[in-house]
């Protein structure tokens, strides 16, 4: 490809990239729905609107509402996979597509973490959408489905779609609040003692002003490159995030896929610098060890609920850059077997290996301990269904979050045995730096 096609298809990748852009956040701003989510996986985009059937999943409760009929409310306990299974197969219809997401709290009942959650804490939230829009890379084909009503309303609105002027606000995320480094400490003594091999620690950075969700959506969407993207209103919770890796996918023919990122290096300062830092990543040995021992762990987990001889590694320790730093990534597939659902696997991937630790659930009862606040969304996923088993769950990183009038922004780093404080606090920097230059402020007359 010479140059000037190079630029040709770089010009129209970002033409298409503002199209779809400005198409999700003009119907997220329409008013013509309550509760929404919008999810782009690499240009090809779905915004789901509007409430047909709502499952709410909490400890030991999960609640079905399906229009405005009284609520269903079913005691489970156990596996909450297997609960979220049973009641998307007592969905109404024959043909159903679904949207929401898993908090990280689903995490400590499917792995058996007493203590870490309270009665009432959100574990899931899908609902199935009064209105579906799906477009693609090129725009042209835009399906709506829906009543006539509601086709009728996003037509319109799409028809009167202009772009609004913006101004982003960067957040000034160095200082350590919350005693990370301390608690990153901790956690290298609790590894030298054998208490685990891996974990997860984050930190949170307060937002001082309202926020404007689309705006920053997509502002932050325009600078990232994340392999999935979404935004969401569901309930009182309002995020945007630029996935950058994950968590499971399984498809028509039954394909298992899961692409774990572990090692990180910032990206984004420059072709040389980020040349410099990318051999630095690739030869680093706490970052290959790291992230072959989740990768390890990772087929493990696959070989778990696969078709026996059908688990592989692809793509092995490759980089992949994901807006303001560089991962080292591997795609790892097996096939489902046949007596189980795409819930199942989602079980026994999740959480994602890379926002845990090793092995899980004595890293998830270390981040009980050693991350506060409670993690909600952060290192959740951000899901899509369907009737037809089909199931997509993108993990939450790179995102804002918006509840009970607080915003905020999360971070973490894994820790090993060979971490240092000083440098786990500056890898949360540059993730951080995908998303904190990017808020946009409400404006006071929607305040």
Not at 411 to 419: E, F, K, N, P
Request: aromatic share 6%; glycine share 10%; hydrophobic share 40%.
């Amino acid at each position: 490809m010479t140059v000037v096609e190079e630029t040709a298809s770089s010009t129209a990748e970002a033409a298409s990239l503002q199209h779809g852009l400005q198409t999700v956040v003009t119907l997220a701003e329409s008013g013509l729905f309550d509760e929404y989510v919008v999810y782009e996986d690499r240009g090809r985009w779905v915004f789901a609107g509007g409430v047909i059937a709502r499952i709410v999943l909490q400890p030991n409760v999960v609640t079905t509402t399906w229009g405005i009929d009284e609520p269903t409310v079913r005691r489970w306990s156990g596996n909450p996979s297997r609960a979220l299974r049973e009641a998307c197969d007592g969905l109404r219809r024959e043909s159903w597509n679904a949207y929401g997401f898993i908090g990280f709290g689903f995490a400590t009942h499917l792995h058996g973490v007493t203590g870490s959650s309270d009665s009432e804490e959100v574990l899931g939230h899908l609902v199935v959408p009064r209105v579906e829009v799906r477009f693609g890379v090129d725009h042209h084909d835009v399906e709506v489905t829906g009543s006539e009503e509601d086709r009728a309303g996003v037509l319109a609105a799409l028809a009167d779609a202009s772009v609004g002027e913006t101004t982003v606000h960067s957040l000034d995320v160095g200082g350590d609040l919350d005693d990370y480094r301390a608690r990153v400490q901790q956690a290298v003594t609790e590894i030298h003692r054998g208490d685990y091999a891996k974990v997860i620690l984050s930190r949170t950075v307060r937002i001082p002003f309202d926020l404007d969700m689309p705006g920053t959506y997509r502002a932050g969407r325009a600078a990232n490159t994340p392999a999935r993207s979404f935004l969401l209103r569901l309930g009182d919770l309002r995020a945007a995030g630029f996935s950058p890796e994950l968590v499971a996918s399984v498809d028509a023919h039954g394909v298992v896929t899961t692409e774990p990122l572990a090692g990180t290096r910032a990206f984004g300062l420059g072709s040389e610098a980020d040349s410099v830092a990318r051999t630095d990543l690739e030869q680093d040995p706490k970052e290959i060890t790291e992230h072959a021992v989740s990768v390890r762990t990772s087929f493990e987990e696959l070989e778990s609920i696969a078709r026996p001889g059908s688990t592989a590694v692809s793509d092995f320790m490759s980089v992949r850059e994901r807006g303001s730093v560089q991962h080292l990534a591997s795609t790892v597939r097996a096939r489902l077997r046949e007596d189980l659902s795409c819930w199942d696997a989602f079980g026994a991937l999740f959480p994602a290996v890379t926002a845990s630790g090793i092995p899980k659930r004595e890293a998830i009862e270390a981040i009980g301990r050693l991350d506060d606040p409670s993690r909600g969304l952060y290192s959740g996923a951000v899901v899509k269904a369907s009737s037809a088993g089909e199931l997509e769950a993108a993990l939450v990183l790179r995102a804002v979050y918006e509840q009970q009038g607080s915003a905020w922004l999360r971070a973490g780093a894994g820790i090993v045995g060979q971490s240092t404080p000083d440098r786990e606090f500056d890898e949360t920097c540059e993730k951080l730096a995908s998303v904190a230059p990017y808020l946009v402020r409400k404006k006071e007359e929607d305040a």
